[in-house]
């Protein structure tokens, strides 16, 4: 029997010019991979956010979360800094750049989270 492709579409997977018994039992186990490898997709990790008039339990939940956040994505550098800004909303991000002077990408975190005061 002539060397069958597997049918999903993208995947290069090719039996060899074989008997077709084994032909369709190698397309049947290779079938299992495609199978168990779209249930193993992992979710992203969901970005914390936080607002302007916080408690300073909620900004100490922020902080875990973030530092959570940080350690799953491996982000670092401006990037970190940047991702941190996006967490916050509109308002806390005009008032953490205003305090600022400008532009906080050239700052470190640690900068960052001390720019803010919490209630």
């Known amino acids: ?28 186990a290779h079938r299992t991979i ?3 490898g779209q249930a193993a997709k ?16 909620e900004w100490a939940y922020f902080k875990s979360r973030w530092s959570d956040y940080a350690d799953a994505t ?8 940047a991702k941190l800004l996006e967490c916050c909303n ?11 002077g400008g532009s906080l990408t050239n700052k470190t975190e640690d900068e960052e989270t001390r720019t803010r005061t919490w209630a």
Do not use: F
Not at 3 to 27: E, H, M, Q, R, S
Not at 44 to 56: D, E, M
Not at 74 to 81: E, N, R, Y
């Open 90 to 100: 509109k308002l806390l991000r005009k008032d953490l750049t205003r305090a600022a």
């Open 42 to 57: 992992v979710e992203k990790v969901k970005r914390p956010t936080i607002a302007a008039a916080g408690t300073s339990e």
């Open 1 to 28: 029997m002539p060397a069958v492709n597997c049918t999903i579409p993208g995947c290069d997977y090719k039996t060899l010019d074989l008997n077709a018994a084994i032909v369709a039992a190698l397309l049947t």
């Open 34 to 36: 495609h199978t168990y």
């Open 74 to 81: 491996k982000i670092t550098g401006k990037d970190k800094v």
